[in-house]
């Protein structure tokens, strides 16, 4: 079983910047991927970045030259820069990994955080 923690939300005006920040722990065999979600208000939760092991990295659209999505596999945790934030920014992130948990066992799940809100002031 795998937890993820976020943390980093909070209140900011327009053009500040956040670091969200993501620790997996438990038992772990390998992380995959991680990734971040967010989801608004009345709106239903869109894939934001995701990292592989290999730093493969991929964006929304919207958040492309503002967001960069980065993982220390030393600790296990993946990170999210925001800068140049906008008001459309508002939501709540939550972090997501696939995992392995058994050495033995190739099989890969998907593991949510209990969500971090952002919410950016105009």
């Known amino acids: 079983q795998v937890q993820l923690v976020e943390s980093g939300g909070g209140l900011v005006q327009a053009g500040g910047s956040l670091r969200l920040s993501c620790a997996a722990s438990g038992t772990i065999f390998s992380i995959n991927a991680m990734g971040w979600y967010r989801q608004a208000p009345g709106k239903q939760r869109e894939l934001v970045a995701t990292?592989?092991?290999?730093?493969?990295?991929n964006y929304l659209d919207s958040v492309k030259g503002r967001f960069t999505i980065s993982r220390d596999n030393a600790k296990n945790t993946a990170y999210l820069q925001m800068n140049s934030l906008k008001p459309e920014d508002t939501a709540s992130y939550y972090c997501?990994?696939?995992?392995?948990?058994?050495?033995?066992?190739?099989?890969?799940?998907?593991?949510w955080g209990q969500g971090t809100q952002v919410t950016v002031s105009s």
């Open positions: 990292i592989t092991s290999g730093d493969s990295t």
């Open positions: 997501n990994a696939r995992a392995r948990t058994k050495p033995w066992d190739s099989a890969e799940f998907s593991y």
